[in-house]
């Protein structure tokens, strides 16, 4: 077996370089983009084609794709170096335009929860917990009984969450509520966030709730399915384009400043437009202190054998330190008979350590009211934007961003 850890994965993608010392070089970019995941790059390819802007994207890590980047591991394997990314939404308008950028494989995600049977041995049930989960959870005529209970107070079809299926009254489905609260919910979570859910957002838990169903998907949306050669090359072929420049492995902090309404960059002022997709409590020296999020570790194992597990991701609801393993074979849908890589996630409180990644905003209304203030702040500067899941301090996926740069675009456009 082969261990890897996340950061030792290099597959460096092969961009243009900004000539660093050639600063007069600086003041034809009329656009100014701080990160290259969905924000930034989607940002960039649409005001360098649509407003002929010449646009310099600034990112901090040696590749493009922010969170999404892929890349191939010592075996072969293409992974998801910063935790498994699956592409679903309902927004025909972003499916279209991330198009241009990539042909997509259909895929369908399914996961399920593995967890003990309560006999010394191990059961798997699909989560969302469906019907079929329940007739799993509960044995097949109870089950069955149970699952037309809550068809018959909420009906055939339909996504209740945890909380408010909590608040039912009726003992037996108050019965069902604890069942899956327990095997499914609270460890998890408080594996995930160090908190119970009702403690956390409730839409957070509400992204995965109870389906009367037996749709064993993950999404439902209409459009699933994974770029057909990962996501990295859609990012590289968004960001080419003659009037963008991207400059891999600068930190834009350290050559960015921002006083008194004006932002200078390199030390001359930068009127322009400047989108930045990075935290906001960085940008302005975390003078209100820091905002506070989750980070995750990686735990990667490369095995002999074609496949480790049935679905792309299991979920280990009661039991294990780690939330889930996730497979990218399964994701990706790559051939490689006799080899397969798996990630576990270890989720932790995030403390700005070096190396560390704020990858989960902890929203609630203290957070919300700490970001409002580095948002106010951000406000002060006219040609400023935060855009993307840091800069906005939210719980936002892919499509969600890309959506909201098309938007963000739109108007300057
Ligand atoms: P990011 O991808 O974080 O990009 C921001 C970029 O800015 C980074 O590359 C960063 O290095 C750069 N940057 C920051 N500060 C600076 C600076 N000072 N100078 C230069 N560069 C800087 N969404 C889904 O739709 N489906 C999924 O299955 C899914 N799975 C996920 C799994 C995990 C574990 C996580 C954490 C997220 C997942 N998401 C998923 C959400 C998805 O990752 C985000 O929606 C998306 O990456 C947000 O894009 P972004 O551009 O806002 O941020
Ligand atoms: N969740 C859970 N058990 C599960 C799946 C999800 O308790 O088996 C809760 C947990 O709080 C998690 C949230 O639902 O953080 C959202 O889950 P999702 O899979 O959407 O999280 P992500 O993929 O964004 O980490």
């Keep these: 077996m082969v261990q890897l850890r996340g950061f030792e994965l290099g597959c460096l993608c092969p ?23 969905y924000a930034g790059a989607v940002a960039a390819r649409r005001l360098a084609e649509e407003a002929g802007k010449k646009v310099l994207v600034l990112e901090r890590r040696p590749h493009v794709a922010g969170n999404a980047y892929d890349c191939l591991d010592g075996a072969g394997i293409l992974i998801h170096q910063y935790g498994p990314h699956v ?8 499916y279209d335009y991330l198009s241009r950028f990539t042909e997509w494989r259909p895929y ?13 041995g191990r059961m798997n049930f699909p989560v969302p917990f469906n019907l079929d989960s329940m007739e799993i959870a509960f044995g097949p005529e109870k089950g069955k009984e149970l699952g037309d209970k809550l068809i018959a107070a909420y009906g055939a079809e339909k996504k209740v ?18 069942y899956v ?16 859910p009702e403690e956390i957002d409730p839409n957070t838990t509400a992204r995965v709730p109870v389906f009367l169903s037996r749709d064993p998907r993950y999404f439902q949306d209409a459009y699933q399915a994974m770029p057909a050669d ?14 963008i420049t991207v400059e ?16 200078k960059l390199d030390g001359e002022v930068f009127d322009g437009p400047v989108i930045y997709t990075g935290q906001a409590d960085e940008l302005f020296g975390f003078q209100f202190g820091p905002l506070p999020y989750r980070t995750l570790d990686f735990r990667y194992e490369t095995l002999d054998r074609d496949y480790f597990q049935s679905h792309g991701t299991v979920n280990y609801t009661v039991d294990e330190d780690f939330t889930r ?46 970001y409002a203030k580095y948002k106010a702040e951000a406000d002060k500067y006219p040609n400023l934007r935060l855009l993307g899941r840091l800069a906005e301090y939210k719980y936002y996926n892919m499509d969600a961003i890309a959506a909201r740069a098309l938007d963000l675009t739109d108007e300057m456009l």
């Design 161 to 178: 969450t945890i909380l408010e299926l909590r608040q039912n009254p009726d003992p037996e489905i108050a019965a069902i509520a604890d």
């Design 15 to 37: 961009l243009k370089h900004f000539d660093r010392n050639d600063v007069t070089r600086l003041m034809k970019y009329d656009a100014l983009i701080v990160g290259a995941g």
């Design 248 to 263: 891999l492995g600068v930190d834009a902090l350290r050559r960015l400043e921002l006083a008194d309404g004006v932002i």
């Design 181 to 196: 609260y327990e095997h499914v919910f609270v460890h998890y979570t408080m594996k995930q966030w160090g908190q119970k």
């Design 108 to 120: 369908e995600h399914t996961v399920v929860a593995d967890l003990p049977d309560g006999n010394g």
């Design 325 to 370: 393993i996730t497979e990218f074979k399964r994701l990706s849908g790559q051939e490689k008979p006799g080899v397969t890589t798996i990630m576990k996630e270890y989720s932790r409180a995030y403390t700005g350590a070096d190396g560390e990644i704020p990858y989960y905003a902890i929203i609630n209304p203290d957070n919300n009211a700490l």
């Design 230 to 243: 990962g996501y990295t090359p859609m990012f590289e072929k968004m960001l080419d384009h003659p009037n």
């Design 87 to 94: 592409f679903h939404t309902n927004d025909k308008r972003v």
